[in-house]
């Protein structure tokens, strides 16, 4: 499966985005999606995951520094799936990355870079305070 993160920008502190990510190439319902960050000179880390979901509610997953902020969502029609960040804070700034799997299948895999066999470029979000 191919992935396309983008919506990535510049935003002043408080603002928000909506990052997409569209896949191509497999049944994008049977995959699970996350979304990882990775700031300059650190490792790159989980933000959130989506389960598989046939109607496209799947279960959600978050990293404890983004819940309440972040919303991952999934469009299954559109092959596609969301990242809505609000209240954005300069320890956001990073590149996000849009990953996804058939066989991962538990919560802590889902958190988990190497759980993930498919990963898109990154798309840049940074910060001004």
């Known amino acids: 499966v191919q992935l396309q993160a983008s919506g990535g920008g510049l935003v002043q502190a408080g603002g928000s985005l909506r990052l997409s990510c569209a896949a191509s190439?497999?049944?994008?319902?049977?995959?699970?999606m996350g979304w990882f960050r990775q700031a300059p000179g650190k490792e790159r880390e989980f933000v959130a995951a989506?389960?598989?979901?046939?109607?496209?509610?799947?279960?959600?997953y978050y990293a404890d520094s983004v819940k309440g902020r972040f919303t991952i969502s999934r469009d299954n029609a559109k092959n596609t799936v969301y990242l809505q960040i609000n209240s954005l804070k300069a320890e956001d700034t990073a590149d996000y990355y849009c990953?996804?799997?058939?066989?991962?299948?538990?919560?802590?895999?889902?958190?988990?870079?190497?759980?993930?066999?498919?990963w898109g470029q990154g798309t840049q979000v940074t910060v001004s305070s």
């Open positions: 190439g497999g049944t994008f319902s049977m995959y699970v």
């Open positions: 990953a996804a799997d058939r066989a991962v299948s538990s919560p802590m895999n889902y958190r988990t870079a190497s759980g993930y066999a498919y």
């Open positions: 989506i389960t598989r979901g046939v109607l496209g509610d799947g279960e959600r």
